[in-house]
């Protein structure tokens, strides 16, 4: 079992940053892909980014390409997303996630975080 507790939400101006952190219990954190998804008001949950276990391997939707970074610490049991110029539009709960095969699908996750609301002000 793995448990994931996100942390750094918050209210912030558009253009502006925040820094998500996720740490996880358990173990064998080392052996899964750690991700981000994001859930809107009104929206689906979606795919942002992801990490392998290993950290050599990252993936983002296009959408952030560029303004988001992806990073883990493997010693620390945790994962962080740096979100620099922040758009209204990306006001959404994020979630921390993690699976063994570094699934970008939702149905392929294996382990969920709570979230943590990113509020992003126009």
């Known amino acids: 079992q793995v448990q994931l507790v996100e942390s750094g939400g918050g209210l912030v101006q558009a253009g502006g940053s925040l820094r998500l952190s996720c740490a996880a219990s358990g173990r064998s954190f080392s052996r899964y892909g750690m991700g981000w998804f994001r859930q809107a008001p009104g929206k689906e949950r979606e795919f942002v980014t992801n990490i392998s276990w290993s950290g050599s391997e990252t993936y983002y939707v296009d959408s952030v390409k560029g303004r988001f970074t992806i990073s883990r610490d493997n010693a620390r049991n945790t994962v962080a997303l740096q979100m620099n110029s922040l758009k209204p539009e990306e006001t959404a709960v994020y979630y921390c996630?993690?699976?063994?095969?570094?699934?970008?699908?939702?149905?392929?996750?294996?382990?969920w975080g709570k979230g943590t609301l990113v509020a992003v002000s126009s």
């Open positions: 996630t993690g699976s063994r095969n570094s699934s970008r699908e939702r149905y392929g996750i294996e382990y």
